[in-house]
């Protein structure tokens, strides 16, 4: 028998209440206006296939950092995570601490798309992202945030262009790809990629998010709905819900070739690591690297885990390393009250007092 108190009126009253949620919940979700992808006013300055270039409109009407800052985000997800909601915005916060921030939109790849590789991606469209503001400010060399996989792509960027930048900044970022607690490293390990994209072309945004979501399948997928009635109940969260809810299922594909490279070079062969890696001709070697680099990394990260990052400061020539912890998880960083007032000010007073 149960030793575990509980009295028959309490479970009744809870089943009431939750019922009362739930249905103020659902009404409050049908006269949920459209949810908008991301909330920052911005300008389209560029367009390249599936490509958009946006700069965003200064908050305080000064830019102070007069080095513009471009940042870099992931394939695999919406850029829009850095704008989520008007209080919980890394751009804002970027913004209002006086940054010229221009964000690349990398679209949704299509079976056009199939061939692209990450020489494409680096060497081709961030270059040429790079140059665009770089003239437009009349400035030879500007600052990168690269956000996760795009702060893979901005560390290979970087050390093949230093000329191009005058600051990295890498957030959440996967250097070492097989430290012992990368669950995701492990799953892909014995995957035959290259069987993958021969037979699909693409790989779905779907299948890549579901594996996402199984990392954590109570939390990501069980968990979180229960506790939805009793946030969607009230009306002032459900458009930060819904936001949310959207980026999550908002995945684009894979351009295959790409997705190869990736998962084999870096996933499956740890090329960061262990050396060796080339962008098309290029090789990159890491220990070239002597731009001044602000690392920041997510203690409770699932997807990225802390170690994952701090080997950084190892593999790269730099002298001037700088390593942020954050208390909170891989999304926790973009959009906790917590990061807003921590970990945004830490990266503009960085880049201010190198951008001069």
Not at 311 to 334: A, R, V
Request: charged share 25%; with cysteine; net charge negative.
């Amino acid at each position: 028998m149960s030793n575990i108190p509980f009295r028959s009126d309490q479970v009744v009253e809870e089943l009431v209440q939750f019922n009362k949620n739930l249905s103020k919940g659902v009404k409050n979700l049908l006269d949920a206006e459209e949810i908008s992808a991301g909330v920052t006013p911005r300008e389209e300055i560029y367009a390249e296939d599936k490509l958009k270039l946006y700069r965003y409109q200064p908050s305080t009407g000064v830019v102070q950092n007069k080095i513009p800052t471009l940042i870099v985000y992931a394939l695999v997800n919406r850029p829009y995570m850095a704008d989520i909601q008007e209080n919980r915005s890394t751009i804002r916060g970027l913004l209002d601490t006086g940054q010229d921030v221009y964000l690349i939109d990398w679209g949704y790849p299509d079976r056009a798309d199939k061939y692209l590789t990450l020489d494409d991606y680096i060497n081709g469209y961030l270059d040429r992202c790079v140059d665009i503001i770089r003239e437009r400010h009349g400035v030879d060399r500007i600052n990168i945030l690269g956000i996760c996989q795009g702060g893979v792509f901005s560390l290979c960027y970087t050390t093949l262009h230093q000329d191009k930048v005058k600051n990295l900044v890498t957030m959440v970022t996967p250097v070492d790809c097989k430290t012992p607690d990368n669950m995701l490293s492990h799953w892909v390990q014995q995957m035959d990629i290259d069987a993958i994209v021969d037979a699909m072309g693409n790989l779905p945004g779907e299948m890549l998010n579901w594996t996402f979501l199984n990392l954590k399948p109570f939390q990501l997928m069980g968990q979180k709905y229960v506790s939805m009635v009793d946030i969607i109940s009230d009306e002032k969260n459900v458009k930060n819900f819904m936001r949310m809810e959207k980026w999550i299922f908002d995945s684009p594909d894979q351009a295959g070739e790409a997705f190869r490279q990736f998962i084999k070079d870096f996933y499956q062969q740890n090329k960061l690591v262990e050396g060796g890696l080339k962008i098309g001709e290029h090789e990159v070697d890491l220990k070239q690297l002597k731009t001044p680099v602000l690392n920041i990394f997510a203690e409770q990260d699932h997807l990225v885990p802390p170690a994952s990052s701090k080997i950084l400061p190892k593999l790269i020539g730099s002298k001037d390393y700088t390593e942020l912890s954050f208390p909170g998880g891989h999304i926790g960083i973009y959009v906790s009250g917590k990061a807003q007032s921590t970990v945004t000010p830490a990266i503009s007073d960085w880049l201010n007092a190198r951008s001069k």
